[in-house]
């Protein structure tokens, strides 16, 4: 079974960064292609960012594109998701998803973290 555990949000002015992490347990790490999603209140999870298995390969939500970068470490099986230049539309609790093949769609992902939140203030 695998655990992840998000980590890194709070409260940002509009215009200044986060950096979050998603640290994952129990299985093999590096065969998992890993994702940032997020939710904001009354709306469903959105995808944010994905990235392949060996990292060769991200994708991005337009809304989210030139100003999120993620990345990931196998050797620590870490992802990360630096976020620059936040607005106030990017307040969510973001969730990290693992999934076994490459995908940016959420229902494919068999495990999720607890999230955490992220909130842009004007």
């Known amino acids: 079974q695998l655990q992840l555990v998000e980590s890194g949000g709070g409260l940002v002015q509009a215009g200044g960064s986060v950096r979050l992490s998603c640290v994952a347990s129990g299985r093999t790490f590096s065969y998992l292609a890993l994702a940032w999603f997020r939710q904001a209140p009354g709306k469903e999870r959105e995808f944010v960012a994905s990235i392949s298995q060996t990292g060769i390969n991200t994708d991005y939500a337009d809304s989210v594109k030139g100003r999120f970068t993620v990345s990931r470490n196998n050797a620590e099986n870490v992802m990360t998701l630096q976020m620059n230049s936040l607005k106030p539309e990017d307040t969510a609790v973001y969730y990290c998803?693992?999934?076994?093949?490459?995908?940016?769609?959420?229902?494919?992902?068999?495990?999720w973290g607890q999230g955490t939140q992220v909130t842009v203030s004007s």
């Open positions: 998803g693992a999934t076994p093949a490459y995908s940016y769609n959420r229902q494919t992902f068999n495990y």
